[in-house]
């Protein structure tokens, strides 16, 4: 028997004397022992009462800190000359440039914390109130983003700090961390329907609607937008003007709307992606931004943002006044429409990429504004006999938000919901969700969601580090393939051959002809499905019609199969059995694709990629290894 010393001795015995909160939050809920329903219904309520005072103090500390930046300090420098202006963005990206050098970061984003509930290991600390100071002085000093990412953010690290807190399991985890982003985008938007949806569609999956979940997320949304309402008023964040149907002929109009705002959303985020590339130094001609210290970024983007705001003032800031002067169509000039458009889509791609902390929801409103109204005109001014027939520039500056917002985020029934929400007029559902819906299965077509890496999650690597997905992407199909595949001949019966799969304990089988040659696929569920269907006949009828006991491979096993090749990238054949949600894939020669070279099966893929990156790993450590009997290939 071990002892421990007496120190750490003191440490396993010893209880605090004042325990945390976090504890008697545990003890008073282990005293009761609720049922788990019980206590993830409590736990909502916390969540949503928290994230609602959260986002109310947010929404208070931003426009404290705009009255002091763009108000006081301008009031005090202004007569110096309007090039001051540029100082208030730069001061606000010195301070955030103050902040990162101090905590070097702000805690992990939402993409982060959706991770942990699937899994991976948090490497972050939470941070939720240095961040929420941090987006405060970003957007208070003039910042192109938007409350919303923070108001999410904040109620997701309620979630997951209540689940940390009480150790609940992975499907807890997750349920609870939608429950805080419900009630972050409910109360930041003061629309908690679109807060529901958005928790269920993005940060749950599609695969979490079910009725338990649904009633938590709800409990959370209300808690939080009612509280949020008290703090800061029932009015909804923009103030629309009364949609007007002139002719069922405009929505093929809108239609062209959603062509348009797949384009510019797509156009949206890869300019943040390049502008995060840039600030580290990975984009040709911008080398020298990765050698400067990060904490000095934020000073950087806040000069630029600073000098165009000098001609441009509407870029400042979340812009919500300028997209509701769009929409009660104050006069905008087309070309003015036009630059602000790709003003504020650069401003907001160098507020992201040099540290600013803000949301993108904000931005990409902004820019479906701008664009539904600049496309309106045109039409207008290009088909003056249809100018009668279309609704006024408003109309289509309200759809061209939830397309651009949609095609961004990639959450359609959350854009249509929140701007229903936000006009409250039935008569825009059907432009909106022939826009919506059309942009973001544009998007989608011109860049897929699917990628290697989070392909790679699904079989269970998602912890692997960037350097390690590197090593995995470079796996051929031949390391990964069974080389023996279990073959089966297309005239074997369906009983003969579910005993041999369960002899031989595998779930996929090769379907043969008589030359040997590749016709079909056959798993598992391919023989449950028709001995399901049999026991269905044998329960409403005396014996089992003859087409059905007579049954062979050939009759129930897939034909139409995908291949996969031994010479390709592993992650390449991944791609597409993720893409129609496959299994397995048989790999053949490319030059004869009936000529049966090996089985591609997920376990096994799984199993290869975590070699992979062990047998990197023993690079570095087998010249100290007794023996160099293990080989490391390349």
Same mark, same amino acid.
């Given at each position: 028997?071990?002892?421990?010393?007496?120190?750490?001795?003191?440490? #396993?015995?010893?209880?605090?004397?004042?325990?945390?909160?976090?504890?008697?939050?545990?003890?008073?809920?282990?005293?009761?022992?609720?049922?788990?329903?019980?206590?993830?219904?409590?736990?909502?309520?916390?969540?949503?009462?928290?994230?609602?005072?959260?986002?109310?103090?947010?929404?208070?500390?931003?426009?404290?800190?705009?009255?002091?930046?763009?108000?006081?300090?301008?009031?005090?420098?202004?007569?110096?000359?309007?090039?001051?202006?540029?100082?208030?963005?730069?001061?606000?990206?010195? @301070?955030?440039?103050?902040?990162?050098?101090?905590?070097?970061?702000?805690?992990? /984003?939402?993409?982060? $914390? @959706?991770?942990?509930?699937?899994?991976?290991?948090?490497?972050?600390?939470?941070?939720?109130?240095?961040?929420?100071?941090?987006?405060?002085?970003?957007?208070?000093?003039? !910042?192109?983003?938007?409350?919303?990412?923070?108001?999410?953010?904040?109620?997701?690290?309620?979630?997951?700090?209540?689940?940390?807190?009480?150790?609940?399991?992975?499907?807890?985890?997750?349920?609870?961390?939608?429950?805080?982003?419900?009630?972050?985008?409910?109360? /930041?938007?003061?629309?908690?329907?679109?807060?529901?949806?958005?928790?269920?569609?993005?940060?749950?999956?599609?695969?979490?609607?079910?009725?338990?979940?649904?009633?938590?997320?709800?409990?959370?949304?209300?808690?939080?937008?009612?509280?949020?309402?008290?703090?800061?008023?029932?009015?909804?964040?923009?103030?629309?003007?009364?949609? +007007?149907?002139?002719?069922?002929?405009?929505?093929?109009?809108?239609?062209?709307?959603?062509? /348009?705002?797949? $384009?510019?959303?797509?156009?949206?985020?890869?300019?943040?992606?390049?502008?995060?590339?840039?600030?580290?130094?990975?984009?040709?001609?911008? =080398?020298?931004?990765?050698?400067?210290?990060?904490?000095?970024?934020?000073?950087?983007?806040? #000069?630029?943002?600073?000098?165009?705001?000098?001609?441009?003032?509407?870029?400042?800031?979340?812009?919500?006044?300028?997209?509701?002067?769009?929409?009660?169509?104050?006069?905008?000039?087309?070309?003015?429409?036009?630059?602000?458009?790709?003003?504020?889509?650069?401003?907001?791609?160098?507020?992201?990429? %040099?540290?600013?902390?803000?949301?993108?929801?904000?931005?990409?409103?902004?820019?479906?504004?701008?664009?539904?109204?600049?496309?309106?005109? @045109?039409? !207008?001014?290009?088909?003056?006999?249809?100018?009668?027939?279309?609704?006024?520039?408003?109309?289509?500056?309200? #759809?061209?938000?939830?397309?651009?917002?949609?095609?961004?985020?990639?959450?359609?029934?959350?854009?249509?919901?929140?701007?229903?929400?936000?006009?409250?007029?039935?008569?825009?559902?059907?432009?909106?969700?022939?826009?919506?819906?059309? %942009?973001?299965?544009?998007?989608?077509?011109?860049?897929?969601?699917?990628?290697?890496?989070?392909?790679?999650?699904?079989?269970?690597? %998602?912890?692997?580090?960037?350097? +390690?997905?590197?090593?995995?992407?470079?796996?051929?199909?031949?390391?990964?393939?069974?080389?023996?595949?279990?073959?089966?001949?297309?005239?074997?019966?369906?009983?003969?051959?579910?005993?041999?799969?369960?002899?031989?304990?595998?779930?996929?089988?090769?379907?043969?002809?008589?030359?040997?040659?590749?016709?079909?696929?056959?798993?598992?569920?391919?023989?449950?499905?028709?001995?399901?269907?049999?026991?269905?006949?044998?329960?409403?009828?005396?014996?089992?019609?003859?087409?059905?006991?007579? +049954?062979?491979?050939?009759?129930?096993?897939?034909?139409?199969?995908?291949?996969?090749?031994?010479?390709?990238?592993?992650?390449?054949?991944?791609?597409?059995?993720?893409?129609?949600?496959?299994?397995?894939?048989?790999?053949?020669?490319?030059?004869?694709?009936?000529?049966?070279?090996?089985?591609?099966?997920?376990?096994?893929?799984?199993? *290869?990629?975590?070699?992979?990156? *062990?047998?990197?790993?023993?690079?570095?450590?087998?010249?100290?290894?007794? *023996? =160099?009997?293990?080989?490391?290939?390349?």
């Amino acid at each position: 028997m071990t002892l421990l010393p007496p120190t750490q001795l003191r440490k #396993v015995t010893e209880q605090p004397a004042f325990p945390t909160p976090s504890a008697r939050l545990a003890q008073l809920i282990n005293r009761f022992q609720p049922s788990p329903e019980t206590v993830v219904l409590f736990l909502a309520m916390l969540i949503g009462g928290g994230t609602g005072m959260g986002i109310v103090t947010f929404h208070y500390l931003i426009q404290l800190i705009h009255q002091l930046m763009l108000e006081n300090l301008m009031g005090q420098i202004g007569v110096w000359g309007a090039w001051t202006l540029a100082c208030v963005p730069t001061l606000g990206g010195l @301070i955030v440039g103050l902040m990162r050098w101090r905590t070097q970061d702000f805690g992990p /984003g939402l993409s982060s $914390l @959706i991770a942990a509930s699937q899994g991976t290991e948090i490497r972050q600390p939470l941070r939720p109130v240095t961040k929420m100071l941090a987006a405060s002085v970003s957007l208070g000093s003039g !910042a192109s983003l938007g409350p919303e990412g923070p108001s999410v953010e904040i109620g997701a690290n309620f979630g997951m700090l209540f689940s940390v807190i009480l150790n609940v399991s992975q499907e807890r985890q997750r349920l609870l961390l939608g429950a805080g982003a419900a009630a972050g985008l409910a109360a /930041g938007f003061n629309a908690p329907i679109a807060g529901v949806f958005f928790a269920l569609e993005v940060v749950m999956g599609a695969t979490s609607f079910a009725t338990s979940a649904v009633s938590v997320v709800l409990l959370a949304a209300v808690v939080a937008a009612l509280i949020a309402q008290i703090g800061l008023g029932a009015q909804p964040a923009f103030d629309l003007p009364v949609y +007007q149907v002139r002719s069922p002929l405009e929505l093929p109009l809108y239609l062209g709307l959603g062509l /348009g705002a797949s $384009l510019v959303s797509v156009t949206y985020t890869e300019s943040i992606r390049g502008a995060k590339a840039c600030f580290a130094g990975k984009v040709p001609g911008f =080398t020298f931004l990765g050698r400067i210290p990060e904490p000095i970024h934020p000073i950087i983007g806040g #000069v630029m943002i600073g000098a165009v705001a000098l001609h441009f003032p509407q870029i400042l800031g979340v812009g919500y006044e300028t997209v509701e002067a769009m929409l009660q169509d104050v006069e905008f000039p087309l070309y003015l429409l036009v630059v602000l458009l790709v003003v504020k889509l650069l401003m907001t791609a160098i507020s992201t990429g %040099s540290g600013f902390i803000g949301g993108l929801f904000a931005p990409a409103m902004f820019l479906g504004a701008s664009f539904g109204s600049a496309y309106a005109k @045109i039409l !207008a001014v290009a088909f003056p006999a249809i100018s009668d027939q279309m609704a006024a520039p408003p109309a289509y500056a309200m #759809v061209g938000m939830a397309a651009v917002l949609a095609g961004s985020v990639r959450a359609p029934l959350t854009s249509i919901l929140m701007l229903f929400e936000l006009t409250r007029d039935y008569r825009i559902v059907l432009p909106l969700m022939a826009a919506v819906g059309l %942009s973001v299965w544009l998007v989608e077509r011109i860049k897929p969601t699917f990628n290697s890496n989070s392909n790679l999650q699904q079989i269970g690597l %998602s912890e692997l580090k960037d350097e +390690q997905a590197e090593i995995v992407q470079q796996i051929l199909v031949e390391d990964a393939m069974y080389p023996c595949p279990k073959k089966l001949p297309a005239t074997l019966g369906v009983l003969d051959a579910a005993v041999e799969m369960i002899r031989d304990r595998i779930r996929s089988a090769l379907v043969i002809d008589e030359a040997e040659q590749l016709i079909g696929i056959l798993s598992l569920e391919d023989i449950n499905r028709a001995l399901a269907l049999w026991q269905t006949y044998s329960n409403s009828a005396t014996e089992i019609p003859d087409n059905l006991s007579n +049954q062979t491979l050939i009759d129930i096993c897939t034909t139409e199969i995908l291949y996969a090749w031994q010479d390709e990238l592993l992650s390449e054949a991944l791609d597409r059995m993720s893409l129609r949600g496959l299994h397995q894939l048989p790999v053949v020669a490319r030059d004869k694709p009936d000529r049966i070279l090996g089985l591609l099966e997920r376990e096994q893929i799984a199993l *290869t990629c975590n070699l992979a990156v *062990t047998r990197k790993a023993l690079r570095h450590y087998l010249p100290l290894l007794p *023996t =160099t009997d293990i080989v490391i290939s390349h």
